[in-house]
């Protein structure tokens, strides 16, 4: 008989329970003083046919750590609760639950290595309970599960300890049966309100142009679409798919770019204009692989390449963070992974844009997760998911402004190392298609559309979710399988691979078959569990997939190779050449497309875009976010004539998008793998790196440097301007490091509010014009890219009055650029920290803004050629903060001083504004003067900066202080 | 003996195999990598070795316990492999998650210590830490750690830090010669958290057990220990990773110090390459 099984684990001592420690003073910090103590459970949930007996045996030798945990095993699901106040919580029914997977196959061996049936034990479910001790009320469980606790749109809370008590489940869930129909819809006969409320209804998200090609498409077949088709073509022509916003005809009015005056232009294609222009124009040789791929390729040496694709993740983190992040990173894995024939991932990048931590709970609008908890649950979601795939973390930023409140943002880079001999690839007539990896489940189906109310449901349509979790450890065994396929005796197993991501297996196959056409058969789709409708296999967003066209000829020989990882792999179909995406279910044909319609029916638009510049007056000065107000600062002098020089800058250094970001980096591996070269801690004392290095080849000094710019601020004042100066910062922070910017490659991410407005859409062309002008000057390709156009938010009109927020929350225009760079040998890099007391400190300056580009070119050849040649011993950046933070963040890092005059031109001007295309060196004397530098001043053994600021007078600071401020503002808790 | 035969056994979730190999190929031996269920087919493989090392990495994504899932299929036949492997001469390494396994197949610390009296878990600041770190060597006829006084390389973890169920459990790991290396300070002390030398010499009776504080002790191990050793001392585990610290760019101070000939990582593997090709 079929019964359940629990096991409750906890810790034999609190001293062996920091995460109940952690939240403890969480718990208080929400206004619970009185919370004595937290103890947390973990919880098994076993069904099978096992006695509590052998479950106890086998909790014993295979759950429980002797030294630090206790256990014990109750009959049944349903426990009475022991009566102290506690809140359980379990994921919903479909969610991913990797260690749940995990237990039931140790379990199942365990079973089996005693001789005993491991079919015994059908499914495992985990849980974990945290026992509140000192909780007055139900009221404060719920605060507690709510602020910290639980996610109700993957998990689900059980209150106890108050009346009434929430019911414990009695059996696990069971998903729904299946019965096959095949489902039309009724495009023809609609009217343009028809094909708009379907097309909003039916989570389309298509225009009415695009809904009307639609329609007369299937007028010509005299036929109705199917449900599948028209999922098909939704997706395919999504903005996620073919950015269309970029891909547009754009007629431009307004301001000129980069120079006064204002101008009418037509753009083609806005992103063929300019971004692929500059690419173009660049004619960089070593570009192997720009805009066709999964990522972008540039030549490492004469082996191998490198290849760099950065994904944002937005929508999903600002609903559940944690899942969000995590699988954002493993998206963009599984992008290296599907580059070419496949890439092996030697490194990662994260940056994020959120709203300050500290923001008052009170001014959130509803259904907006706290800051805080976004910050705390992508950071550890990056952690998770990037440490247990073994790929170091080495480069990010976190940049704090209010408006990511609704809308925060998450950038993934991967960078892989793939053979030149592996980057072509093509699926070719005949191959069989391969899907491998995890099980196809309803996650992630409709991307972020989901609403609360169908989560809140108890009935089995729960199965049902959006948000997705992920599972590391899946993507890390198809990741070995992969690379050994790739890499088999006689050649690769595989003709062509890509990932399955946004659009599941839709978009993986229709985008494979694109010029061949293919047939599928649905039922061949290894499933989680039962009851999945045809059209939900074919646009599942389950992780860990990815599709592989295997010839027949070596078919045997790669479903070994997956057998033997651990790795499912099943043929669902194969490239036929005809031109149709053809969709079986059961035999039944649910989909038939012509591939051409399918790619290139698609309408095209132009829309128009205007933009005037704000008057200076209402353009808000940078934000210092996070800036506290400062407490008495005795080195202050009341009437100080430098206007509390002293203070400002100990504040610049607590402001958070300065303060050190040391709490966060140190939860990622960064070194995994054996390459790394500069982390991004670096000196005595851990100060910021500007840039990453790493070695991609074990056996060589060749090296690659990653960088980003990053200044969302500055499209206050001009957008244009925002974009140049993001590709400056971005070029500037490997230039410090070391690299070499003629073999240096950038990609684009750009972030914005909705473009269906003029002035949005031209702030969307100027940083397109600004990226593309700085990328041509510098000649920096782009290699590739991704946008995401939609970050705002709505709310209802008395929700705003009363939070004093715009009704259209929107993101500020943000456009990150990433750097990946070539160094032929990693040993001439230089890091940050001071060195040497007795050596000067230069400052090169050439801002872009006012130089111009030819100026600016100068100054970043100088500098990169003064490293190249050794005569530079610490390079740092000048970026947020200004000058005086550039100094003070080198001092920190090493422990020593320095002794500087900043009371000339142009230093006085750029002390605490962000200074464009401006670098401090360290370098000897004798070079510094060779070199035709300005002198500011020099290092010293004394850890304290000297700062002459005006006439006359000296400002000092000692090292210790500007340390501590600068570690303060972002620390754990 | 002409080269010294490691096998670097895998399994999902790992992730330190490639730089592992390559430390040992650095240091002049012969590894080859091996997938745990080829092993658990074919047992004994190991015979035809003198090293086995479990990689670093995330074993079954820690899911359960860091290393529990693994040190499972390290049962029967598998586990009487190991101990002929260490009786006849051989050795065994683990790193950070080999560690892990190690301790909870109950191969370390081993000797008259019971497996269910010493652990790694979770660190004590509930986070997982990557930092480097500075270690005094305590066993210095371990075939890993000859001529090594100090050595210092990179922590990467969340479950890391090791404790034993109790004092005398503490006692006899210190007598037994079972404690390897231990994190000290800058100063090379291994001072407790209240600035006190909790020198070595002392009975572990007497010593707080916290030994060197956060974040010299990286995880809040008992008595600050790094890597522990079976009584042989060829048995070995340890929490930071030699195999990145293979290259003196490695060293998070590389740019502030004259050139290093022998990283300490790489020091590691040729201390045991020399020690086995004897």
């Not at chain 1, 225009?207 to 077949?221: F, I, K, N, P, W």
């Given at each position: 008989?079929?019964?359940?099984?629990?096991v409750?684990v906890?810790?034999?001592?609190?001293?062996f329970d920091?995460t109940?420690?952690?939240?403890?003073?969480?718990?208080?910090?929400?206004?619970?003083?009185?919370?004595?103590?937290i103890?947390?459970d973990?919880?098994?949930?076993?069904?099978?046919?096992v006695?509590?007996?052998?479950?106890?045996?086998?909790a014993?030798?295979?759950?429980?750590?002797?030294?630090t945990?206790?256990?014990?095993?109750?009959?049944?699901?349903?426990?009475?609760?022991a009566?102290?106040?506690?809140i359980?919580?379990?994921?919903l029914p479909?969610?991913m639950?990797?260690?749940?997977?995990?237990?039931?196959?140790t379990?199942?061996?365990?079973?089996?290595q005693?001789g005993?049936?491991p079919r015994?034990i059908d499914?495992v479910?985990?849980?974990r309970?945290?026992?509140?001790?000192?909780?007055?009320s139900?009221?404060?469980l719920?605060?507690?599960?709510?602020?910290?606790?639980?996610n109700d749109?993957?998990?689900?809370?059980y209150l106890?300890?108050?009346a009434?008590e929430?019911r414990?489940?009695?059996?696990?869930?069971?998903p729904?049966?299946?019965?096959f129909?095949?489902?039309?819809v009724a495009?023809?006969?609609l009217?343009?309100?028809?094909?708009?409320k379907?097309?909003?209804?039916g989570?389309?998200?298509l225009?009415?142009?695009?809904?009307?090609?639609?329609?007369?498409?299937?007028?010509?077949?005299k036929?109705?679409?199917?449900?599948?088709e028209?999922?098909?073509?939704?997706?395919t022509?999504?903005?996620h798919?073919?950015?269309?916003?970029?891909?547009?005809a754009?007629?431009y009015?307004?301001e000129?770019?980069?120079r006064p005056?204002?101008?009418?232009?037509?753009?083609?294609?806005?992103?063929?204009?300019?971004?692929?222009r500059?690419?173009r124009e660049?004619?960089?040789?070593?570009c192997?692989?720009?805009?066709?791929?999964?990522?972008?390729?540039?030549?490492?040496?004469?082996?191998?390449g490198v290849?760099f694709k950065?994904?944002?993740?937005?929508?999903?983190?600002a609903?559940?963070?944690?899942?969000g992040?995590?699988?954002?990173?493993?998206?963009?894995?599984?992008d290296?992974?599907?580059?070419?024939?496949?890439?092996?991932?030697?490194a990662?990048?994260d940056?994020f844009c959120l709203a300050?931590?500290?923001t008052p709970?009170?001014?959130?609008?509803?259904g907006?997760?706290?800051p805080?908890r976004?910050?705390?649950?992508?950071?550890?979601?990056?952690?998770?998911y990037?440490n247990?795939?073994?790929i170091?973390?080495?480069n990010?930023?976190i940049?704090?402004?209010?408006r990511y409140?609704?809308n925060?943002l998450v950038?993934?880079?991967?960078?892989?190392?793939?053979?030149?001999?592996r980057?072509?690839?093509a699926?070719?007539r005949g191959?069989m298609?391969?899907v491998?990896?995890?099980r196809?489940?309803?996650?992630?189906?409709?991307g972020?559309?989901?609403s609360?109310?169908?989560l809140?449901s108890?009935?089995?349509?729960e199965?049902?979710?959006?948000?997705?979790i992920?599972?590391?450890?899946?993507?890390?065994?198809?990741?070995?399988?992969?690379?050994?396929?790739r890499d088999?005796d006689?050649?690769?197993?595989?003709?062509a691979v890509?990932?399955?991501?946004?659009?599941g297996?839709?978009?993986?196959?229709?985008?494979m078959?694109?010029?061949?056409?293919?047939?599928?058969?649905?039922e061949?789709?290894?499933?989680k569990?039962?009851?999945l409708?045809?059209?939900e296999?074919?646009?599942?967003?389950?992780?860990e997939?990815?599709?592989f066209a295997v010839?027949?000829s070596?078919?045997d020989?790669?479903?070994?190779v997956?057998?033997?990882?651990e790795v499912?792999?099943?043929?669902?179909?194969?490239?036929?050449?005809?031109?149709?995406l053809?969709?079986?279910?059961?035999?039944?044909v649910?989909?038939?497309?012509?591939v051409?319609?399918?790619?290139?029916g698609?309408?095209?638009?132009?829309?128009r875009a205007?933009?005037?510049?704000?008057?200076?007056?209402?353009?808000p000065?940078?934000?210092?976010?996070?800036?506290?107000?400062?407490?008495?600062d005795p080195?202050s002098?009341?009437?100080?004539?430098?206007?509390g020089?002293h203070?400002r800058?100990?504040?610049?250094?607590?402001?958070?998008?300065?303060a050190s970001?040391?709490w966060?980096?140190?939860?990622y591996?960064?070194?995994?793998q054996?390459?790394?070269?500069?982390?991004?801690l670096?000196?005595?004392?851990?100060g910021?790196?500007d840039a990453a290095?790493?070695?991609?080849?074990?056996d060589?000094?060749?090296?690659v440097?990653?960088?980003c710019?990053?200044c969302?601020?500055v499209?206050?004042r001009?957008p244009y301007w925002?974009?140049?100066?993001?590709?400056?910062?971005?070029?500037?922070?490997?230039i410090?490091?070391?690299a070499?910017?003629e073999h240096?490659?950038?990609?684009?991410?750009f972030?914005?509010?909705?473009?269906?407005?003029?002035?949005?859409?031209?702030?969307?062309?100027r940083?397109?014009?600004?990226?593309?002008d700085a990328?041509i000057?510098?000649r920096?390709p782009?290699i590739?890219?991704?946008?995401?156009l939609?970050?705002?938010?709505?709310?209802?009109?008395a929700?705003a009055?009363?939070?004093?927020?715009?009704?259209r929350?929107a993101?500020?225009?943000t456009?990150?650029?990433?750097?990946?760079?070539v160094?032929?040998?990693?040993?001439?890099?230089?890091?940050?920290?001071l060195k040497t007391p007795g050596?000067?400190v230069?400052?090169?300056?050439?801002?872009v803004?006012?130089?111009?580009f030819?100026a600016a070119?100068?100054?970043?050849?100088?500098?990169?050629?003064?490293?190249?040649?050794?005569?530079?011993?610490?390079?740092?950046?000048?970026?947020?903060?200004g000058?005086?933070?550039?100094?003070?963040?080198?001092?920190i890092?090493?422990?020593l001083?320095?002794?500087?005059?900043?009371?000339?031109?142009?230093w006085?001007?750029?002390l605490?504004?962000?200074?464009?295309?401006?670098?401090?060196?360290?370098?000897?004397?004798?070079?510094?003067?060779s070199?035709?530098?300005p002198?500011?001043?020099r290092?010293?053994?004394d850890?304290?900066?000297?700062?002459?600021?005006?006439a006359?007078?000296?400002?000092?600071?000692?090292?210790a202080?500007?340390a501590?401020?600068?570690?303060?503002?972002l620390s754990?808790g | 003996?002409?080269t010294v035969?490691?096998?670097?056994?895998?399994?999902?979730?790992?992730?330190c195999?490639e730089?592992?190999?390559?430390?040992?190929?650095?240091?002049?031996a012969s590894?080859?990598?091996?997938?745990?269920?080829?092993?658990?087919?074919?047992?004994?493989?190991l015979?035809e070795?003198?090293?086995?090392?479990?990689?670093?990495g995330?074993?079954y994504?820690?899911d359960?316990?860091a290393?529990?899932?693994?040190a499972?299929?390290?049962?029967g036949?598998?586990?009487d492999?190991i101990?002929?492997?260490v009786?006849r001469?051989g050795?065994?390494?683990g790193?950070?998650?080999?560690?892990?396994?190690l301790?909870?197949?109950?191969?370390l610390?081993?000797?008259?210590?019971?497996p269910?009296r010493?652990?790694?878990?979770?660190?004590?600041?509930?986070?997982f830490?990557a930092?480097?770190v500075?270690?005094k060597?305590?066993?210095?006829?371990?075939?890993?750690?000859?001529?090594t006084?100090?050595?210092?390389?990179?922590?990467?973890?969340?479950?890391?830090r090791?404790?034993?169920?109790d004092?005398?459990?503490?006692?006899?790991l210190?007598t037994?010669?079972?404690?390897?290396?231990?994190?000290?300070?800058?100063e090379?002390?291994?001072?407790?958290?209240k600035?006190?030398?909790?020198?070595?010499?002392?009975p572990?009776a007497?010593?707080?057990?916290r030994t060197?504080?956060?974040?010299?002790n990286?995880?809040?191990s008992d008595?600050?220990i790094a890597?522990?050793?079976?009584?042989?001392?060829?048995?070995?585990?340890?929490m930071?990773?030699?195999?990145r610290?293979?290259?003196?760019?490695?060293?998070?101070?590389w740019?502030?110090?004259p050139?290093?000939?022998?990283?300490?990582?790489?020091?590691f593997?040729k201390?045991?390459?020399t020690?086995w090709?004897?």
């Open positions: 008989m079929r019964t359940y099984v629990t409750i906890r810790a034999r001592e609190p001293r920091a109940a420690a952690a939240l403890l003073s969480d718990v208080r910090a929400l206004g619970l003083p009185h919370i004595r103590e103890q947390i973990r919880m098994y949930f076993i069904k099978g046919e006695s509590p007996e052998t479950v106890k045996a086998l014993a030798a295979q759950i429980v750590d002797p030294v945990e206790t256990f014990e095993v109750v009959e049944g699901l349903d426990r009475r609760a009566g102290a106040p506690a359980e919580v379990h994921y479909g969610v639950d990797p260690a749940a997977l995990t237990t039931l196959r379990l199942r061996r365990a079973l089996a005693v005993a049936d015994a499914d479910r985990t849980g309970r945290h026992v509140i001790v000192g909780a007055q139900r009221g404060e719920e605060v507690v599960a709510r602020r910290l606790l639980a749109c993957i998990e689900r809370v106890a300890g108050f009434p929430d414990l489940p009695d059996r696990f869930p069971e729904p049966q299946y019965r129909e095949l489902r039309r495009l023809r006969s009217d343009d309100a028809g094909l708009m379907l097309s909003r209804e989570h389309l998200f225009s009415l142009d695009e809904m009307r090609a639609v329609q007369a498409h299937y007028a010509g077949l036929r109705d679409p199917t449900d599948l028209l999922e098909t073509l939704a997706q022509w999504s903005e798919c073919v950015h269309k916003t970029l891909k547009s754009v007629e009015e307004g000129d770019f980069g005056g204002r101008v009418r232009v037509r753009f083609e294609n806005l992103l063929k204009d300019t971004i692929v500059a690419t660049a004619r960089r040789d070593w192997l692989s720009v805009f066709v791929d999964n990522a972008g390729v540039i030549a490492f040496d004469d082996d191998y290849a950065v994904e944002t993740h937005n929508h999903p983190s609903i559940e963070p944690y899942g992040a995590a699988t954002g990173v493993g998206g963009c894995i599984r290296i992974l599907g580059c070419g024939l496949g890439a092996k991932p030697i990662s990048t940056v300050p931590p500290d709970a009170d001014r959130l609008p509803t907006v997760l706290h805080r976004v910050l705390k649950g992508v950071v550890a979601g990056v952690r998770d990037g247990r795939m073994g170091p973390t080495v990010g930023a940049y704090f402004d209010p409140l609704a925060p950038f993934c880079g991967c960078v892989g190392l793939i053979p030149r001999n980057i072509e690839k699926a070719r191959d298609i391969v491998a990896g995890g196809t489940g309803r996650d992630g189906i409709h972020a559309t989901f609360s109310a169908e809140e108890t009935h089995v349509d199965f049902s979710h959006a948000v997705q992920g599972n590391a450890v899946e993507e890390k065994k198809v990741l070995d399988a992969l690379l050994r396929a088999a006689g050649g690769c197993l595989y003709s890509t990932d399955c991501g946004a659009g297996l839709s978009s993986a196959v229709g985008e078959g694109a010029e061949l056409g293919a047939e599928v058969d649905l061949k789709v290894p499933l569990y039962s009851g409708r045809y059209d296999i074919w646009i599942s967003e389950a992780q997939r990815m599709v010839p027949p070596a078919l020989r790669f479903l070994a997956f057998a033997e990882e499912e792999a099943a043929v669902i179909g194969r490239f036929t050449g005809d031109g149709r053809r969709v079986r279910y059961r035999g039944e649910v989909g038939d497309l012509d051409h319609f399918l790619h290139e698609l309408p095209r638009s132009t829309r205007t933009w005037t510049a704000p008057p200076a007056s209402v353009v000065h940078a934000p210092h976010v996070g800036r506290a107000t400062p407490a008495a080195g002098e009341p009437g100080d004539r430098h206007d020089a203070t800058l100990l504040d610049e250094l607590r402001s958070l998008n300065v970001k040391e966060v980096i140190r939860q591996d960064h070194e995994v054996g390459r790394s070269v500069i982390k991004p670096c000196g005595p004392a851990s910021p790196s290095v790493l070695r991609p080849r074990l060589s000094m060749r090296g440097a990653l960088g710019g990053l969302p601020q499209s206050d001009d925002m974009a140049v100066l993001a590709v400056d910062e971005a070029l500037r922070n490997v410090c490091v070391g070499d910017p240096t490659a950038i990609l684009d991410n972030c914005f509010p909705k473009c269906d407005n003029e002035p949005t859409l031209g702030a969307l062309v940083t397109c014009r600004g990226a593309a990328a000057a510098y920096l782009f590739s890219g991704k946008d995401s939609s970050n705002e938010f709505s709310m209802p009109p929700e009055a009363r939070l004093g927020l715009p009704q929350l993101i500020p225009p456009l990150l650029v990433s750097a990946i760079s160094i032929d040998d990693v040993r001439r890099c230089v890091t940050m920290d050596n000067v230069v400052a090169a300056s050439a801002p803004e006012t130089a111009g030819e070119i100068a100054l970043h050849r100088k500098v990169a050629a003064l490293i190249r040649f050794g005569k530079v011993r610490s390079a740092h950046d000048v970026s947020d903060g000058l005086l933070v550039a100094l003070a963040e080198m001092c890092a090493s422990n001083g320095l002794s500087v005059d900043l009371s000339g031109d142009p006085r001007a750029m605490w504004e962000p200074a464009p295309t401006t670098y401090v060196l360290e370098m000897n004397e004798a070079d510094a003067r070199a035709g530098l002198v500011v001043g290092v010293t053994a850890a304290v900066l000297a700062a002459t600021l005006g006359g007078k000296q400002i000092t600071w000692s090292v202080a500007l501590q401020a600068w570690r303060k503002a754990p | 003996m002409a035969r490691v096998l670097v056994v895998r399994a999902p979730g790992t992730n195999d730089e592992t190999m390559h430390g040992w190929r650095l240091a002049g590894p080859q990598l091996l997938h745990i269920e080829r092993w658990i087919e074919r047992p004994t493989l015979r070795f003198d090293v086995l090392t479990l990689p670093g995330f074993s994504g820690d359960i316990a290393g529990k899932v693994f499972a299929g390290l049962t036949a598998i586990l492999e101990r002929a492997l009786e001469g050795g065994v390494l790193i950070c998650n080999g560690l892990q396994v301790v909870k197949a109950g191969l610390p081993g000797g008259t210590i019971a269910d010493v652990t790694v878990t979770y660190n004590a600041s509930g986070r830490e930092r480097w500075r270690m060597v305590c066993r210095t006829d371990c075939p890993f750690l000859l001529d006084t100090f050595t210092e390389m990179p922590v990467e973890h969340g479950e890391g090791v404790v034993a169920r004092e005398t459990t503490l006692a006899a210190e037994g010669g079972h404690v390897a290396l231990r994190y000290v300070d800058a090379d002390r291994s001072a407790d958290d600035g006190r030398n909790a020198d070595i010499e002392r572990a007497e010593r707080d057990l060197v504080a956060y974040p010299a990286p995880n809040g008595a600050a890597g522990l050793c079976d009584p042989t001392g060829r048995i070995l585990g340890l930071p990773h030699p195999d610290h293979l290259d003196p760019t490695n060293h998070p101070l740019t502030r110090r050139p290093v000939d022998l990283p300490d990582g790489l020091r593997f201390s045991a390459v020690f090709k004897a």
